[in-house]
C-alpha cells in the first residue's frame, strides 16, 4: 500500500480577501497557515506534499514557503490552469475564474496514484485532523466499493464575525458515514444562530449552527481523480451553456454523486476542534491570536520547524 500524500489547493487568489492570502504571514516569525498544517501533516506520517498553485504565482510561492519546507518534506508542484479542458472544450470568452475544487484535484492526475488527503490551503484543520485523516488512509484501501473519508466540523466553529462563509452541508447515517452534502455558498451568522441565502441576500433561512460541514477535508484513493476525470465532461456540456462565467466544478458535488450511485462510502472523522481562516482581512487578527496562544500551550513551538 501507497503511503499518503498531502494535498493541498492553494491556487484560488481570495477575491474576498483581496490578495495573495494563502501566503499572508500569521506570527512574527513569517509562517503562514500552511505552515501549520503541513507541520502536523509531518507529525501524522505524511512524507509527501502537493500544491496546486497558479502558474504565474510559482516563484512568490516557493519562496514563501516551499523552499522552506522542502528541506523537511518531498515537495511538488501542479498549475490549476484555466485552460486544462478535456478535449472538445474552450474556455468561454471573459471567464477568468477557475473552475473549482474538482477541477483543482484534476491538476494533480500525474502526480497523485494512491490515497491522498486534500485541504485548503487558507484553513487552520487543528492538530488531530491531519492524524485522523493519514490514519484513515493507511488502513483502508477501496473493495467492492471507494472507501474514502472526510473530517467533519461544527458549522459555528468554522464561521467568522466578517461576512458570509461557502460550507459543505452534511447528513450522516447512525454508522458515521456520509450519506448526502450540499453546497452552501452564503451562510452568515444571525442573532439566533445562523443561516443561508441562495438568491444574493433577498431571502434566508436558518440553519443549524450545529450541524456538520465540510471544510474541503478528505481522504481519497487514486479512483477519485478517475471519477473525476470521467464526469468532468458531463459538467462541461450542462454548465458552460448555464452559467459559463461563474460555474464551478464542485469537489463535494461529486462525493455527493459517487454516494448516491452506491459507488463510494465516506466515513465522517468528526472533529471538536475550532477552525480558523483569513477568509476577509479583518479575520487576520484572530488567526494572528489563536496562533500565538497555541504556541503559548505547547500545541506548536515557539518557533516552527527548528
Known sequence: M????LVIMAAGMGSRYGGLKQIDPVDEEG??????????ARRAGFEKVVFIIKEEFDEEFRSSIGDRISEFMEVDYVYQKLEDLPEGFSVPEGRVK????GHAILSCRNVVDGPFAVINADDYYGVHALKEIYNYLSQNEDDDKYRYA??????IKTMTENGSVSRGVCETDEAGYLTGITERTQIEKTKDGAAFTEDGGKSWTKIDPECIVSLNMFGFTASMIKELQMRFPKFLEKNLKENPLKCEYFLPTVVGELIEEGKATVKVLESKDRWYGITYKEDKQSVVDAVAGMKENGTYPMHLWK
Open 98 to 101: 477557475p473552475f473549482g475544487t
Open 2 to 5: 501507497k503511503k499518503p500524500v
Open 150 to 155: 472526510m473530517v467533519g466540523y461544527h458549522l
Open 31 to 40: 509562517h503562514i497557515i500552511m505552515d501549520f498544517s503541513i507541520y502536523d
